[in-house]
């Protein structure tokens, strides 16, 4: 029995791990004390192992080493999250959610759906800014279902998209849970950032398809906005007109800057067209000139500002020019100063974003240092071996391990939320995929996308909960129309997810079939076989093995005398010999 235990030791300490975490226990404490826990049973039960349990006492010496090394405290990686997470907070807080949400609602308010288009959209747009899933189902919950329930949409697909579009911050750059994988799996977060963001802009895209096909089969739970609620009034072809006149403008500007600039001109050039347009919408708001419509300037005035901040963040890392934490520092402050040209900014919301940050990021430390003392023992049991053994040979190959694992995350994020997955399961996956020849980004996108489930996974979603905490729970009087609205329940909110957690399901699936979404980042691939190798010729000089044109090679040197020293140039003038002194004299100092 204690030979079974023994040799056994990983698969059991691993189910014992699920039981602690079944039963409530905090998953940073449940690593921790199951680590600890089973480093004394396997130091026990080493002589009866037979070599498969490599653990000893002075092994814990290897703890602090852990926890004060380069994968915790000394991590540069991890630093990026509290700036994104102070980032996200600060916007949430100056009210850019608000403004995007009324501005693109009223842009999309006379079709059929175009409230869920609006949410949709600054959903992601929060995402490229924030990545924070729980400021963005806040927000929107709080701003746009309201508004989607004054106008008669359905209360399940209203609290589906809500929650579906929050979550998209998950996937989208610069997300939190991207920063983890990339540190679990031991790759750049750029790269990450970079094969990612196909992949999110594509589930966006998905989002939108489904909200089309709903509007055209059941168009009365999607009713267009009133005439009467569109408060900016009219002005697509002024919209328009600005952006055919700013790509005018960027391409003038990028032909004029292109030979001094080179590769860069294209940037600057839009930068120029930008700034100038946003530059004529104020002028012609404070002026009252009235060239733009009202839908216009606010379009322009309210979409700039955020995209710039995206550019910020995401333009300077793709480019190279800085860090994600870089990033995450230049956003931070970007999100101060638009906070703080809105009137917005206060000590008070200083206050609130930092303990918010300081509550998630020792959130994400505690778990962390209990994944070192739980991988320290599990290591130490061989569990890898197992979990690789396990992994690979599954049946299919690659696909068969790829679709194998992603039932696993997915089923396994009914119960844990995406920080528990990255730390715990991501570690136990990378060695088997990379044995197998998966790249690890690819790999990394591929459950980022699915550990997106884990916020939708009725009954223990995020998002949901999220959604449930702002939702109405009781009848309310709507504040513009007077009538009473029924509240939502917590059965529509589960079932308005259902869908879109099927759409994230397909969004999987096309990802593994169509890897170069990800694999983009690697950039064009060149076949060393297609190289032609020219060796430019030049005056006075024959090619290589040839003799010069119109004559006869030239003479071989004479082969060097080796048994006298070497020349370097002319023979110096021999200096005259010194005289021998008289050794039979003392010596003379004079």
């Not at 092994?59 to 004060?68: G, H, Q, T």
């Not at 550990?451 to 729970?473: C, D, E, I, K, N």
């Not at 003799?547 to 002319?570: E, I, M, R």
């Amino acid at each position: 029995m204690m030979e079974f235990i023994a040799q056994n030791m990983a698969p059991i300490m691993f189910a014992s791990l699920i039981l602690f975490m079944l039963i409530g226990y905090p998953v940073a404490f449940s690593l921790a004390a199951n680590g600890l826990l089973f480093f004394f049973i396997g130091v026990l039960l080493t002589p009866y192992s037979g070599g498969a349990i490599n653990l000893a006492w002075p092994l814990l010496y290897a703890l602090p080493d852990n926890f004060y090394g380069s994968r915790v405290m000394s991590n540069d990686t991890l630093l990026a999250i509290p700036f994104f997470t102070f980032m996200g907070i600060v916007l949430e807080r100056s009210g850019m959610a608000e403004d995007l949400l009324d501005t693109i609602g009223q842009l999309f308010g006379p079709i059929r759906g175009g409230l869920a288009y609006a949410v949709i959209f600054v959903g992601a747009l929060l995402a490229a800014t924030t990545g924070v899933v729980a400021a963005s189902v806040i927000a929107m919950g709080l701003i746009s279902l309201p508004i989607m329930l004054r106008y008669g949409y359905d209360r399940r697909l209203a609290s589906g998209v809500i929650a579906a579009s929050g979550t998209l911050a998950q996937i989208i750059p610069p997300s939190l849970v991207l920063i983890v994988l990339a540190d679990q799996l031991g790759r750049s977060v750029g790269d990450v950032y970079a094969g990612a963001l196909i992949p999110g802009l594509v589930l966006t895209g998905l989002y939108s398809l489904y909200i089309l096909i709903v509007s055209i089969f059941r168009p009365n739970v999607m009713p267009a906005l009133p005439l009467e609620a569109r408060t900016l009034g009219h002005g697509v072809t002024s919209l328009l007109v600005a952006l055919v006149t700013t790509v005018a403008i960027s391409y003038a500007a990028y032909h004029y800057l292109a030979p001094a600039h080179g590769d860069n001109a294209d940037i600057l050039g839009a930068t120029i067209g930008v700034i100038l347009i946003y530059v004529v919408a104020i002028a012609d708001r404070r002026l009252n000139i009235n060239m733009m419509s009202r839908l216009a300037q606010q379009v322009i005035i309210v979409l700039i500002p955020p995209l710039a901040l995206i550019f910020l963040v995401l333009g300077t890392i793709f480019l190279g020019i800085a860090t994600p934490t870089e990033g995450g520092a230049m956003g931070s402050v970007g999100a101060l100063i638009m906070a703080a040209a809105k009137g917005r900014l206060s000590l008070d919301v200083v206050k609130q974003a930092l303990t918010s940050t300081t509550r998630l990021s020792s959130f994400v430390l505690f778990i962390l240092i209990g994944a070192r003392v739980f991988s320290l023992t599990f290591y130490g049991v061989n569990g890898q071996i197992w979990v690789e053994h396990l992994l690979t040979s599954l049946p299919g190959g690659e696909v068969g391990f790829l679709i194998g694992v992603n039932i696993l995350v997915f089923f396994l994020a009914f119960f844990l939320d995406f920080f528990e997955l990255a730390f715990i399961i991501v570690p136990l996956l990378a060695p088997a995929a990379d044995k197998l020849g998966i790249d690890l980004i690819w790999f990394g996108v591929l459950l980022g996308v699915n550990m997106q489930t884990s916020f939708m996974h009725p009954p223990f979603g995020f998002a949901l909960f999220y959604l449930r905490s702002v939702a109405a729970r009781v009848p309310y009087l709507d504040r513009i129309t007077g009538k009473q609205i029924a509240p939502v329940t917590t059965g529509q909110i589960y079932w308005g997810a259902v869908p879109f957690v099927c759409i994230q399901v397909v969004m999987i699936g096309l990802t593994i079939a169509f890897p170069q979404m990800v694999m983009h980042y690697k950039g064009t691939v060149v076949d060393p076989g297609t190289i032609d190798y020219k060796v430019p010729e030049v005056p006075g000089l024959s090619p290589l093995g040839a003799p010069p044109a119109g004559g006869t090679a030239p003479a071989a040197p004479a082969a060097p005398d080796l048994s006298q020293p070497p020349s370097f140039g002319d023979t110096p003038p021999a200096r005259p010999a010194a005289p021998q002194p008289d050794l039979s004299q003392p010596p003379s100092f004079n």
